[in-house]
């Protein structure tokens, strides 16, 4: 009898541990819980497409979700000052992707693609294994 208790006991554990581990956030509006954070990344996003494009963006806020400290964003990018955005004919307007990655406190980049004319994010989970499946749907 303690034996099938301990094991019930074990197994109740296991299966917290995992649904907390697996705890998906949903980013896409913002709010008074998730303003810095998501601020944060976007701003650190924001800097990296200024880097290549000499533009400054905001972005329409597609799918934003956030679980084991990654994060998937999926959005649209306008013109800060309202003009139309310059691109190069190789690239598609508007959409812009990132996976950030959490290291300690901060956000990192660890994927992104901006304008892209394929989906280069195929196999992106394959290539983050640790980022749960459920921050790209």
């Known amino acids: 009898m303690a034996i099938k208790r301990t094991l019930i006991f074990a197994l109740l554990l296991m299966m917290f541990s995992f649904s907390q581990a697996q705890r998906i956030l949903d980013y896409k509006v913002k709010n008074n819980s998730n303003v810095t954070e998501r601020t944060m990344m976007l ?34 990018a306008t013109r800060k000052d309202g003009k139309s955005i310059r691109l190069s004919d190789a690239e598609d307007c508007c959409h812009v992707e990132a996976l950030f990655k959490k290291i300690g406190s901060k956000w990192y980049i660890a994927e992104s693609g901006a304008f892209s004319t394929d989906v280069w994010w195929g196999g992106i989970q394959d290539r983050n294994p640790y980022a749960p499946s459920a921050i790209f749907y």
Do not use: C, P, T
């Open 43 to 76: 701003d650190i996003y924001r800097a990296k497409l200024y880097e290549s494009y000499r533009q400054e963006f905001v972005f329409v806020v597609n799918h934003f979700k956030v679980g084991n400290n990654y994060a998937w964003f999926m959005g649209e």
